[in-house]
Nanobody, 119 residues
Framework: QVHLVEFGGGLVQAGGSLRLSCAAS????????MNWFRQAPGKEREFVAA????????YVADSVKGRFTISGDNAKNMVYLQMNSLKPEDTAVYYC????????????WGQGTQVTVSS
């Protein structure tokens, strides 16, 4: 069982920055890759970024590449999403998700944190 809690969302003006955090707890966290998704009102959930525990690799979706950075801190069991140059279209609920490394199944999800970017 893995428990995920996101925090750090809020209201920011366009062009601003936010850092989202995801606190992970549970056994064998190294069996998972950590991901960020987002879902805007009326839209499907969208993949944003992924990182392996230990930071061996990261991946960022084209839609946010160059603006968003994902990172992880093994010692603290934390995953971060640094979001810069925010745009109104980045407004969404952002979710942290743990995916099984050997199957890719998104097995555990956090409750989400709201990010609102005003123009």
């Amino acid at each position: 069982q893995v428990h995920l809690v996101e925090f750090g969302g809020g209201l920011v003006q366009a062009g601003g920055s936010l850092r989202l955090s995801c606190a992970a707890s549970g056994r064998t966290l190294s069996d998972y890759t950590m991901n960020w998704f987002r879902q805007a009102p009326g839209k499907e959930r969208e993949f944003v970024a992924a990182v392996s525990w230990g930071g061996g690799w990261t991946y960022v979706a084209d839609s946010v590449k160059g603006r968003f950075t994902i990172s992880g801190d093994n010692a603290k069991n934390m995953v971060y999403l640094q979001m810069n140059s925010l745009k109104p279209e980045d407004t969404a609920v952002y979710y942290c998700a743990a995916a099984l490394r050997h199957t890719g199944e998104y097995k555990y999800w956090g409750q989400g944190t709201q990010v609102t970017v005003s123009s």
